[in-house]
């Protein structure tokens, strides 16, 4: 890929020239410095603070519009449409209130203020169903299944709030793109001493080049589809900070047509943990 580097050129002091021909050109020496990566971080620290205040302002902007709407028709006594201004301000006010949490969450996973998690044994398919019964009303809206299989022998000893909160983000991104008629599965298995989730939808799928950007914040392979569903484009990015808070590592696989798997590896825990 692309590289960036910072050149330092300084002349070589005369008197080291004192026994060489006497010449209009000056040696110098240059010393370059790689700074690509600081180049990279400056770009994502730009783009962040860009993404962040357009996010903040499109339910901020809705908000203002339906306040304004709303106090205009308590002057002129119009009744009728308070009770609509009233309920776009409020779902706006909790879309900000979800974002700001999201990017709450988001800072203290990244910049590693929350090393202690507080593990415990966990039973997954407690968890699990508890997570899928809260958002059981999206799947009876949209009309597609869910099935769930917890592998004999899957166990995982971690953080039971941030599990659950990476089981949340992954259901309700495969719930959003989930279609009509077809089904979402959670599984939970075992496999060389790791428990593995894995979130299966059978949805409209990814194109191959999206996929490397996905876990970036706010990256949105939709912008707008993403945005009206109710999404803040940070759900996956906490995801893979969460699972990697634990030792394990995130994957996801799609292809156009074919659906999205998601997979999250946590290390298995021994014996004595349990």
């Known amino acids: 890929?692309?590289?960036?580097?910072?050149?330092?050129?300084?002349?070589?002091?005369?008197?080291?020239?004192?026994?060489?021909?006497?010449?209009?050109?000056?040696?110098?020496?240059?010393?370059?410095?790689?700074?690509?990566?600081?180049?990279?971080?400056?770009?994502?620290?730009?783009?962040?603070?860009?993404?962040?205040?357009?996010?903040?302002?499109?339910?901020?902007?809705?908000?203002?519009?339906?306040?304004?709407?709303?106090?205009?028709?308590?002057?002129?006594?119009?009744?009728?449409?308070?009770?609509?201004?009233?309920?776009?301000?409020?779902?706006?006010?909790?879309?900000?209130?979800?974002?700001?949490?999201?990017?709450?969450?988001?800072?203290?996973?990244?910049?590693?203020?929350?090393?202690?998690?507080?593990?415990?044994?966990?039973?997954?398919?407690?968890?699990?169903?508890?997570?899928?019964?809260?958002?059981?009303?999206?799947?009876?809206?949209?009309?597609f299944k869910v099935e769930l299989e917890v592998e004999d022998g899957a166990k995982l000893y971690a953080d039971l709030a941030r599990v659950e909160q990476v089981l949340e983000n992954l259901l309700g991104n495969a719930y959003r793109y989930a279609t009509s008629g077809t089904i979402v599965s959670v599984r939970w298995g075992l496999e060389d001493d790791q428990c593995i989730l894995q979130v299966k939808d059978q949805g409209p799928g990814i194109s191959p080049e999206h996929l490397s950007r996905l876990f970036e914040r706010f990256y949105r392979v939709d912008p707008d589809r993403s945005r009206n569903s109710g999404g803040t484009g940070l759900g996956l990015a906490i995801v893979k900070h969460i699972v990697q808070a634990h030792g394990g590592h995130v994957s996801v696989e799609s292809s156009l047509g074919s659906g999205t798997t998601f997979t999250c590896c946590f290390p298995g825990g021994s014996q004595q943990e349990f």
């Open 1 to 143: 890929r692309p590289r960036s580097f910072r050149l330092r050129i300084a002349p070589i002091q005369k008197k080291i020239l004192i026994e060489q021909e006497a010449s209009d050109r000056v040696p110098v020496v240059g010393i370059f410095l790689d700074v690509t990566e600081l180049k990279r971080a400056e770009r994502m620290r730009i783009d962040f603070v860009a993404n962040v205040s357009h996010e903040l302002r499109t339910p901020l902007t809705s908000i203002r519009g339906f306040s304004e709407a709303l106090l205009e028709d308590l002057k002129a006594g119009r009744m009728d449409s308070l009770e609509r201004s009233s309920a776009k301000i409020l779902t706006n006010a909790d879309r900000l209130g979800v974002l700001v949490q999201d990017l709450l969450d988001l800072s203290q996973l990244e910049s590693g203020r929350e090393r202690e998690l507080n593990r415990e044994r966990l039973d997954l398919a407690v968890l699990t169903r508890r997570v899928v019964n809260s958002l059981e009303g999206v799947r009876v809206q949209r009309n």
